[in-house]
């Protein structure tokens, strides 16, 4: 993808972030910061992940939709953005237009799905 594009794919995955979170999550950390002695379990990553779902109210859809919004974030800052997880071939633009946080091309995600169902 052209690093003049990734602008545009990163302010929609931030409006997409902002759409399920909103503010709420900037309060969760500014409150964290006040606390002159956290609690062991909160500084471990897992926990702290769940507490925000659990402090978010997120549906579970809403849930994963955050985590691969988090995910292709972190994909633009290390430059991997749009590429498929599975076969690292590109995704392509049509497709990230749509779902910008798109984790496989459309081949891979046809797979996984198929997998998923012969897989109960
Ligand atoms: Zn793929």
Not at 11 to 34: M, Y
């Amino acid at each position: 993808m052209e690093a003049s594009k990734l602008p545009v794919f990163k302010a929609r995955l931030h409006e997409i972030r902002t759409s399920l979170v909103g503010d709420v999550e900037k309060v969760i950390k500014s409150s964290q910061k006040d606390m002159s002695a956290p609690a062991p379990d909160i500084t471990d990553g897992a926990a702290q992940a769940y507490n925000l779902q659990l402090m978010l109210e997120l549906g579970e859809q809403d849930w994963q939709k955050l985590k691969k919004v988090d995910d292709a974030l972190s994909k633009i800052k290390n430059g991997s953005y749009g590429t498929c997880s599975e076969c690292e071939q590109p995704i392509p633009e049509a497709r990230l237009e749509v779902v910008p946080f798109a984790e496989y091309c459309v081949n891979c995600m046809n797979e996984i799905e198929n997998e998923a169902q012969s897989n109960p």
